[in-house]
C-alpha cells in the first residue's frame, strides 16, 4: 500500500503564486508515475498533469499548460512530487488532490492511490 498526503494549499490572490507538495509514503518502490487532479464543487474532477517517476516526463492539462509545472525532489529519499502553481486564477480555485500508479504511461484515470486532498481558493 501506498500513502499520499498534499501540504501548501491556501488563499491566494489572482495572479500569484502557490507550491504543492506530496509525500508517498509505504511501498513508494511500486510507484512509477504520481499525478495532480483538481476537482471545484459542482465540476468534475479534472487532470491537471502527471510526471514518470524516473524518466521525470511530464504531461499536463489543457487549462494549466505553461503555468504549472511538476517535478519531483531530486533526494528519491523525500518520495515528494509538487505542483507549482503561477499566474494563478479565480477557475483554479479547487481542492486538489495527489495520486499515484504502478503503470508508467502518463494517463489521465485509472490510479492507484490517491491523497485526501488540500484546498486551493484564487480571489480575483
Known amino acids: 500500500q501506498v500513502q499520499l498526503v498534499e501540504s501548501g494549499g491556501g488563499l491566494v490572490q489572482a495572479g500569484g503564486s502557490l507550491r504543492l507538495s506530496c509525500v508517498a509514503s509505504?511501498?513508494?518502490?511500486?510507484?512509477?508515475?504520481m499525478a495532480w487532479f483538481r476537482q471545484a464543487p459542482g465540476k468534475e474532477r479534472e487532470f491537471v498533469g502527471a510526471i514518470n517517476w524516473n524518466l521525470r516526463v511530464a504531461r499536463y492539462g489543457d487549462s494549466v499548460k505553461g503555468r504549472f509545472t511538476i517535478y519531483r525532489d531530486n533526494d528519491d529519499a523525500k518520495n515528494t512530487v509538487y505542483l507549482q502553481m503561477n499566474s494563478l486564477k479565480p477557475e483554479d480555485t479547487a481542492a486538489y488532490y495527489c495520486?499515484?500508479?504502478?503503470?508508467?504511461?502518463?494517463?489521465?484515470?485509472?490510479?492507484?492511490?490517491w491523497g485526501q486532498g488540500t484546498q486551493v481558493t484564487v480571489s480575483s
Open positions: 509505504g511501498s513508494t518502490y511500486t510507484i512509477n508515475v
Open positions: 495520486a499515484a500508479m504502478k503503470t508508467d504511461f502518463l494517463v489521465l484515470e485509472g490510479y492507484d492511490y
